[in-house]
């Protein structure tokens, strides 16, 4: 008996060491959301960054909803073959709900944090506000009047507009859409009035003359949006909106693979080439160690646990 266990702990060991050595020996699924969103725009990135020193094709697998990939994900066999890309709205949404369908500590296990990127209030020209004070003021003035667009319920854009709301004190109606991407196409068109885009998003239609800048998430002015202010410091003091991005296996993923996936993926990220590709999308890149996600993670889950509560900001 005692043989027979020896012989096991050897073969496990043996098996952990040889299988990241081994990996991967067939295509890997990149699980990502929203269309032309910021966590879509990234993975491809990533994706063609990857494909190459892994020696296997990384196929981006962009799916409609939050929880959607989310769930798809946490089932998926913990082998590395099936991975996820998304915003900090993985961990921040189950705050949003009564029942939440994943544990995002419990269910994936942490790669990398890849970046950031604040967001900025956009408005169509037609809309007749200059400013973040002259939009409170309009919401005010005009209660459940102005639409704000969307991507997927509980997604970035989605956070930042209620947080706006419910810090401004205004009613506005949330117009969802599948994708990012189809949200800030009606508000180019008229159809919508305002939304919380990336900058990445947001600034050529700025820049264009397409779409009105009023203000941008981050705490400091941000040289993705240059000439705008910060929506703190324009009329709504204390509010923040930045997108994050994280790269998951899901859990029991062994740790050695971990290892294998994080260097990887940092060296990629860290690259002159793709740190430029991502900075084009209104990206920064930060390649933290799986640790770093873990500690961003549990900050944001305090921090916004303490808004969303007391905003009573529910997305079920």
Known sequence: MLRFAVYLLLLTTCSGSAFPQDFPVKPIRLLTAGAGGGSDITAR?????????LGQPVVVDTRVGGVIIAEIAAKAYPDG?????YSGTLWVLPLMQEKPVYDPFKDFSPITLIG???????????????SVLELIALAKAKPRELNFATGPVGATPHLAAELFTSMAGVEMVQVAYRSVAAGLT?????????????AGAAMPQI???????????????????????????A???????IATYG???????????????????VR???????????????????ASSPEGLSKQMKADTLALGKVIRAAKIRVD
């Open 45 to 53: 990135v990533i994706a063609q960054g990857l494909a190459a020193p």
């Open 235 to 241: 009329g709504l003091p204390g509010y923040e909106a």
């Open 186 to 198: 009606d508000v180019l068109g008229g159809r919508v009035q305002l939304m919380f885009p990336n």
């Open 268 to 286: 990629v990220l860290t690259s002159p080439d793709v740190k430029e590709k991502l900075l084009a999308t209104g990206v920064e890149v930060i």
């Open 116 to 130: 950031s990127s604040p967001m900025v209030l956009v408005v169509h020209p037609g809309v007749p506000a200059k």
């Open 207 to 233: 820049k264009a003359g397409k779409l009105r800048g009023l203000g941008v998430g981050s705490p400091k002015p941000s040289p993705f949006a240059p000439g705008l202010p910060t929506i703190a410091e």
């Open 81 to 85: 073959y099936t991975l996820l890309i």
């Open 247 to 265: 790269m998951f296996a899901p859990a029991k993923t062994p740790a050695a693979l971990i290892r294998r996936l994080n260097e990887e993926t």
